[in-house]
């Protein structure tokens, strides 16, 4: 009898996880994505969009000695204006409600650097505004001030500090607020044996507070852009790693990780077309889903393809001693064909 159940084995229980995951909207853009994924030891998340909801929110203004609510607000609404971060569009959300004059209020000069902060000149004046670390290593800001900072920064919020010609103006603190499912989806990923980690550029007191609202194992502050890749390494050092993400910033992750996992409808252009695996929405609960998937169908390969060998083994050992008729090795050829199938079927129960 010729392999034709062992031809089979393969390429229809990868077909089938295929259909399963875009029947679930999960793309595997190759079969070896889809085989890969259900190796995975440890999932790196980044926090924006993917454990947070993505959309962050001004909660707490907090000007300096003579400074007022307004004049804090109005400048920091001039300076992130130009900025694309999700943390810069709820200052400017805020300026908005306020109703702010964006035409008035202008940066010019703007550079932002990723990760730390922007800078730009508005009506004169040079603005700096970002991180606790960045500004205090700009301009002197008394320990009081830190202080606040780092109170903000424990109860699961991220304090912006900005400063108008070397003298410092106050602290906007932003929270973006993890999603319903994240903690769920967390715990069913360590259920099957994996390890979480959550890769942000926050300071590490806003990040343990929000890891610890989600549930991870490890939590990974202050990476810079340019940083992650070198996370990503140092944990494939420890297991086959995936990395989710969504930021034009993570597309060179992407592609260093084991398997890159882009949120779909959250994601960019770049990071959608770095990743191994696109999400068509940005429910977490399906990472946990993807595993599963890939792991039934690998394990429906294994299957396929033991009990394939295996009959044809049987087979072929009869026919060398005349105890095989002709129904004995269609049966090994066609009949292990159609079990091979129906075997790869049982994938699309997989939820």
């Known amino acids: 009898s010729c392999a034709c159940a062992l ?6 229980a990868i077909m089938v996880g295929n259909g399963l ?19 995975v030891q440890i999932v790196a998340l980044d926090k924006t969009g ?18 007022s609510e307004s004049e804090l607000l109005s400048l920091a609404f001039a300076l992130e204006a130009k900025s694309e971060h999700p943390l810069a569009k709820a200052i400017v959300e805020e300026g ?10 202008q940066a010019d000069e703007f550079s932002a650097l990723p990760g730390n902060g ?7 004046h040079h603005i700096l505004g970002g991180s606790v670390s960045f500004i205090t290593g700009k301009i002197a800001v008394s320990a009081s001030d830190r202080q606040k900072a780092a109170s903000l920064a424990e109860s699961g919020k991220t304090p912006l500090l900005f400063a108008k010609d070397k003298q410092f103006l106050g602290i906007i603190a932003v929270a973006d607020t993890i999603k319903e499912d994240s903690p769920r989806a967390i715990k069913e990923l360590q259920n099957m044996g994996i390890r979480v980690v959550m890769l942000t550029g926050d300071n590490e007191r806003t990040a343990r507070a929000i890891g610890a609202q989600a549930g991870v194992d490890e939590v990974i502050a202050g990476v810079l852009p340019e940083g992650k890749e070198q996370v990503i390494r140092a944990l494939k050092e420890k297991g086959k790693t995936a990395m989710v993400g969504d930021g034009i910033n993570d597309a060179p992750v992407l592609t260093r990780a084991d398997i890159g996992i882009a949120m779909g409808s959250m994601g960019s252009d770049a990071a959608i077309e770095a990743a191994d695996v696109v999400l068509m929405d ?10 599963r998937i890939s792991r039934k169908t690998l394990g429906i390969v294994k299957q ?4 394939a060998l295996a009959v044809k083994a049987i087979v072929l050992v009869l026919g060398a001693f005349g105890m095989a008729n002709m129904w004995e090795a269609v049966f ?3 009949g292990v064909s159609v079990i091979a199938i129906l075997n790869s079927m049982r994938a699309l129960k997989t939820e």
């Open 332 to 334: 090994a050829d066609v």
């Open 118 to 124: 922007l800078e730009g000149t508005v009506n004169g």
């Open 282 to 291: 940005d429910d977490i609960r399906k990472i946990a889903s993807i595993v």
């Open 96 to 105: 908005k409600s306020k109703k702010f004059d964006q035409t008035s209020l």
């Open 304 to 307: 396929n393809i033991v009990f």
């Open 21 to 39: 995951g875009a029947k679930n909207g999960i793309l595997f853009k190759t079969a070896v994505s889809l085989e890969e994924t259900g190796k």
């Open 50 to 67: 993917t454990i947070t909801n993505g959309t962050p929110k001004v909660t707490d203004i907090v000007s300096a000695e003579g400074i």
């Open 7 to 12: 031809g089979l084995a393969t390429p229809v």
